[in-house]
């Protein structure tokens, strides 16, 4: 069975730019959450959709968004790209709401963003 | 912002010698979770341990918890090579959505 899928695997983008990401949760999977991981840091919550509705957001600007599609599959989309949204974004999915904190998370090996 | 701090930043340590990670953490929680992380990429999650246990074994791991401390350890018994890699720890809340991360411990073993 394919694991959590990420796409691209790495990307450039200049200052200003607008950026898509994907995400492929396991199949069965309904949950979706979104990460941020700046280089030496540990992650940092961005979304979390469940039924394709979103159902936690952490601390960050409304340049971000994210959807959930019907086959739960999701974008991340950053508008009006910084230097500072240089980092790891990884993706992670679980079966139901609340149970990848409740049993963990299946992680995709993450979109590397590189802003210049 | 952080919710755990692991402790130390970085490890090395010989093949075969015992490894042990710490993590304290701020809020009450509902459970804490430890992840490996190999060269910057995704994470792989290694054991769960709820706030209402103490101790827990998964081959050769073992994490206690500590909850009137906030803190919890990682212990890798009998390193090998393939352990090397960052190692973090995540809290869940009850009625969040998120996990809230530390920020790592680089562990490295050297053959």
């Known amino acids: 069975d394919a694991g959590v899928t990420q796409s691209p695997t790495h990307l450039i983008k200049t200052r200003g730019q607008h950026v898509t990401l994907r995400c492929s949760p396991i199949s069965g999977h309904k949950s979706v959450s979104w990460y941020q991981q700046v280089l030496g840091q540990g992650p940092q919550f961005i979304f979390q959709y469940y039924e394709k509705e979103e159902r936690g957001r952490g601390n960050f600007p409304d340049r971000f968004s994210a959807r959930q599609f019907p086959n739960y599959s999701s974008e991340l989309n950053v508008n009006a790209l910084l230097l500072g949204d240089s980092a790891l974004y990884l993706c992670?999915?679980?079966?139901?709401?609340?149970?990848?904190?409740?049993?963990?998370?299946?992680f995709g090996s993450g979109t590397r963003l590189t802003v210049v | 912002s952080q919710q755990g701090e692991e402790d130390p930043q970085a490890l090395s340590i010989q093949e075969g010698e015992n490894a042990t990670m710490n993590c304290s953490y701020k809020?009450?929680?509902?459970?804490l979770q430890w992840y490996r992380q190999n060269s910057g990429r995704g994470l792989v999650h290694l054991i769960l341990i709820r706030s209402n246990e103490r101790e827990k074994h998964s081959g050769r791991l073992r994490v206690t918890l500590d909850t009137s401390k906030k803190s919890s350890s990682l212990l890798i018994t009998a390193s090998r090579a393939a352990d090397t890699a960052s190692y973090f720890c995540?809290?869940?809340?009850?009625?969040?959505?998120?996990?809230?991360w530390g920020a790592g411990t680089k562990l490295i073993i050297k053959p």
């Open positions: 995540a809290t869940g809340m009850d009625s969040n959505y998120q996990l809230i």
């Open positions: 809020t009450s929680i509902n459970n």
């Open positions: 992670a999915s679980s079966l139901a709401r609340g149970q990848g904190e409740d049993y963990g998370y299946t």
